[in-house]
């Protein structure tokens, strides 16, 4: 057997490590934990944990059933804790993502039109594809935690002084 | 602004040296091609517009006055004379002189020289050469490094050093991408013997020193691994097995390697997508090699595995951030030019930090780890941040 355990975090335990300044903010790292963030989060909120002008990271905690979202650019979906359930299927006419529009948004109508284009059970450590112009929605049977790789868009959600290390 | 040539060294008439032409391609590039494989479309840049980017950046953060710097032109000799007695070539890059012996590695130019331990040298090389010359600054110690200029490429020696900065003894020359890419690819398989591998953690491969003894081609000209879109879809990345000798990593035998589950509809295949991104990550054969797995736009996801220490360290000329995926990873940052010590960061599982485009950083993983590198490619940001355009720290708080 080996002497080797690989450590992973999850909403039921984690540590977080800290920024030590020498000569130094450390707000210039912006430092925080996905799994403290989700803890202080509601279901299927969509809070930025990095950004790079208009990429961003976010952290979602994954609980229930999710509203039916679309975007008009691929987006991924990490799973950090738990298991979730992604549905993935065409929107109808009308509701497909604005033009120009980044990031995800509501799907107009609340239920797509189109066919089931099907879907993924994904557990810990699995990478999901979210693709460009469908729409999808996520099932949690137990709460879990959520990265998405996308851009930022009206429901992106910022408390960096709130989740951020700042002394 | 002239370029100026270097001046040459005598070639043995008694030897056979090999001379390099930055025109020729090198025969062990990479597959991915000359240009980062985030920077597609990318441009090499006007010379004059890269040398004030280049002063820019040099310049920023640092009170000190530069010392000598030339503008490489053709001047590079790959291999000149025959090897010394420790079996291996020299090697010369403009102002820049390379020879090592059985424990170190000696670099000289006009105003300094530099001795580092073999087994350093050659992972801080690999690096550069497999990365394409990264973002930014890529220091092989506190003296020699790199700088990126997409289309060519500095090579400096204590530029980024406060002492030697103000001694005015540092000295920094610009080629073209593919002649130092060339020189330090021809010097990393030179150098690197049968039995060692650069990319590896020292647990898992033989020593670097000693007299020369055979190569290890393979290991240092591995394919980069770049997706385009996502890993494992359909003529993108594929997934890693045992099939594919991707075996899983000593120090992660407890990672799960169940996939999910896919149901794609008739037709939907290419969208619905999904695998084990841990799992793959498990099955990696280096350490400290970020790799594109999934793509938005300019948005990378580069995870990589992590054990012992970076063997560079890494000076940033865009904001960078980091996932703590598994494990944890200490991490010194200093001031990006003048070496000063700013912060000590420490991250476990979970934890998320950025790297501010003023800072250098380098990491050590008391075992493996598994860390997202999340970068922006746009091939703008430099420039942004260089000009002031763009702030260092991503986030005002």
Redesign the interface.
């Known amino acids: 057997m ?1 002497r ?6 999850s909403l039921g335990g ?11 903010d ?11 963030v989700a803890l202080g989060s509601g279901p299927w909120e969509q809070v930025a ?5 208009q ?1 961003v ?1 976010e952290v979602v905690r994954a609980e229930g059933t999710s509203g039916w979202r679309t975007c008009g ?4 979906v ?1 799973v ?1 804790d738990g298991q979730v359930t ?1 549905e ?1 299927a065409v929107p109808g006419p009308g509701q497909g993502p604005a033009a120009g529009l980044d990031g995800s948004v509501g799907l107009p109508g609340g239920v797509p039109g189109g ?15 979210l ?1 460009a112009g ?1 729409a999808y929605r996520m099932v949690a049977q137990r709460p879990g ?1 959520l ?1 998405v ?3 930022a868009g009206p429901d992106t959600r910022y408390r ?2 709130q989740i ?1 290390q ?1 002394s | 602004m002239t370029a100026t040539q270097p001046p040459q060294p005598q070639p043995d008439p008694q030897s056979d040296p090999q001379q390099s032409d930055p025109q020729q391609s090198d025969p062990q590039q990479s597959e991915f091609g000359s240009q980062p494989p985030s920077q597609p479309g990318s441009q090499a840049q006007p010379e004059t517009q890269s040398q004030s980017e280049s002063e820019s950046q040099s310049e920023s953060g640092s009170q000190a006055r530069s010392g000598s710097r030339s503008e490489g032109g053709l001047g590079s000799l790959v291999g000149g004379g025959a090897p010394n007695g420790a079996g291996y070539r020299s090697f010369v890059l403009g102002e820049f002189t390379f020879s090592r012996d059985d424990y170190f590695v000696y670099v000289g130019w006009p105003t300094g020289s530099h001795v580092a331990s073999a087994d350093a040298f050659l992972k801080a090389l690999q690096r550069d050469v497999a990365w394409e010359f990264f973002y930014g600054i890529v220091n092989f110690d506190g003296v020699i490094g790199t700088v990126n200029h997409y289309g060519t490429v500095d090579l400096f020696a204590g530029r980024y050093n406060d002492a030697w900065r103000k001694a005015e003894l540092d000295h920094l020359q610009n080629f073209p991408t593919p002649q130092i890419r060339a020189t330090f690819a021809a010097m990393l398989d030179d150098w690197t013997n049968h039995g060692f591998d650069p990319f590896a953690s020292p647990d898992e491969t033989g020593s670097a020193f000693g007299p020369k003894h055979g190569n290890n081609t393979p290991a240092v000209t591995r394919r980069r691994v770049t997706a385009t ?2 890993v494992g ?1 359909h003529g993108d990345e594929p997934l890693r097995s045992d099939q594919t000798g991707h075996r899983v990593n ?7 390697q ?8 008739a037709g ?1 295949e290419d ?9 793959y990550l498990s099955r990696s054969d280096v350490t400290w090699n970020p790799s594109v ?7 990378l ?1 580069c995870p990589t595995t992590e054990e012992y220490i970076l063997p560079i360290i890494h000076g940033n000329d ?4 980091f ?6 990873i200490y991490w010194d ?1 200093e001031d990006r030019d003048s070496g ?17 485009a003023d800072i250098r950083h380098q990491g050590y993983a008391p ?2 780890a598994m860390l ?1 590198v ?3 490619a ?1 091939p703008d ?1 430099p420039h942004l941040i260089a000009t002031g355009q ?1 702030p260092t ?3 005002d ?1």
């Not at chain 2, 000063?340 to 501010?356: F, I, N």
Request: glycine share 6%.
């Open positions: 080996s080797f355990v690989t450590r992973f975090g984690f540590e977080k490590g800290r920024v030590e300044v020498v000569d130094d450390p707000r210039h790292y912006a430092f925080s934990n996905v799994f403290e944990v990095a950004q790079n002008r990429y990271l650019h691929d987006q991924s990490l950090m992604v993935l066919p089931a284009m099907g879907r993924v059970v994904a557990g810990r450590g699995h990478l999901v594809l693709p469908g935690v990265v790789q996308t851009i960096w002084a951020c700042t | 879109r996502m879809l000593r120090q992660f035998t407890d990672v799960a169940d996939e999910p589950l896919v149901e794609a509809a939907f969208q619905v997508h999904a695998f084990n991104l841990f799992g797995v999934s793509v938005c736009r300019h948005s996801y865009r904001v960078e951030w996932l703590q995926l598994s494990d944890t940052v000063a010590v700013r912060s000590k960061v420490t991250m476990h599982p979970g934890d998320v930090a950025a790297m501010p075992k493996r997202l999340w970068e922006n746009d940001l763009l720290n991503p986030i708080i």
